[in-house]
């Protein structure tokens, strides 16, 4: 008999709810500002900034983004020319860190190139890509700017390591780049 009564109460609620709602208005709206969202224009006047649209400070601790510089020379053939005849590097013998440049040379580069830069890296050794030359090979007259070209954009089936790398980081992998070549061709 209780279950029974149970079941008429939650039934008689359930009905009573029912028959309290009305089709001709709109039923209640807990929150609004949901349903009926208020449209701002981007630029209009606002109270909720001091100086109304105006720019404002970044927020204290904010870390600042950097002096972001876009490379000027084209990913085409003619800017691969123009940068391996041009450009040389910002850094001066005192800001090269081999100890620096070794271990990233070894992630992004070994692979494929050799830790010794002798075109024997492990993806060669066990036939997952073919045909990566020596830097010492004759006839591979590579030289800063040819280096940094082909770090920034790829070149053939390598891929670019703008994103991996920042310029500072480049210019040191450039560097060590050089630094065994010379080894090889010693």
């Known amino acids: ?30 929150m609004p500002n949901m ?56 850094l001066d013998s005192t800001q090269i860190d081999y100890d620096k440049a070794g271990p990233l040379y070894g992630i992004y580069c070994g692979i494929c190139h050799g830790n010794k830069g002798d075109g024997k890296g492990k993806l060669v050794q066990r ?5 990566v030359p020596s830097y010492a090979d004759i006839g591979r007259a590579i030289t800063e700017g040819s280096i940094y070209h082909t770090l920034y954009y790829g070149k053939n089936t390598m891929g670019s390591y703008a994103n991996q790398l920042n310029e500072e980081e480049r210019w040191q992998v450039v560097a060590y780049v050089q630094k065994l070549k010379a080894d090889l061709e010693k």
Not at 56 to 72: C, W
Not at 127 to 131: D, N, R, V, W
């Open 1 to 30: 008999m209780k279950k029974a009564t149970k079941y008429i109460v939650v039934l008689a609620v359930l009905v009573s709810f029912m028959s309290c709602q009305e089709n001709s208005r709109p039923n209640y709206q807990y």
């Open 35 to 90: 349903y009926e969202s208020i449209g701002y224009e981007a630029y209009q006047e606002s109270d909720a900034f001091a100086n109304g649209v105006e720019a404002q400070l970044p927020a204290e601790g904010s870390i600042p983004r950097g002096d972001f510089m876009p490379f000027e020379i084209e990913n085409t053939n003619e800017g691969y020319a123009f940068a391996k005849a041009n450009l040389t590097s910002p």
């Open 127 to 131: 036939e997952k890509i073919l045909g």
